[in-house]
């Protein structure tokens, strides 16, 4: 069955960096487009960056570009996302997220049990 496993949040002063790890199996890895999702204490789920099934082409919401950066390994299976520059507004829990296909902005079948990232000083 499909299961993706987040791990590498914490609590970071702002400034500070982070790169959280979700780990995937259950199925073809490299055949889907891959996703970070976040939801802010009492706020709603926001998408916050895409990976093409290849690796390729990244997109980004426009309040983290410049400072995360979305990657895969294919070799172990392993979405990451590298965050710099952390500020309080990136506190949230973040999920991982599987795309229904090969194609950006069509859903999500499956996600990640989430990681909590806390940015204060």
């Known amino acids: 069955q499909v299961q993706l496993v987040e791990s590498g949040g914490d609590l970071v002063q702002p400034g500070g960096s982070l790169r959280l790890s979700c780990a995937a199996s259950?199925?073809?890895?490299?055949?889907?487009?891959m996703s970070w999702v976040r939801q802010a204490p009492g706020k709603g789920l926001e998408w916050v960056s895409d990976i093409s099934s290849g690796g390729s082409s990244t997109y980004y919401v426009d309040s983290v570009k410049g400072r995360f950066t979305i990657s895969r390994d294919k070799a172990k299976n392993t979405l990451v996302l590298q965050m710099n520059s952390l500020k309080p507004e990136d506190t949230a829990v973040y999920y991982c997220?599987?795309?229904?296909?090969?194609?950006?902005?069509?859903?999500?079948?499956?996600w990640g049990q989430g990681t909590q990232v806390t940015v204060s000083s």
């Open positions: 259950g199925f073809t890895f490299s055949s889907y487009v």
């Open positions: 997220a599987k795309d229904i296909g090969a194609v950006v902005g069509i859903g999500y079948d499956y």
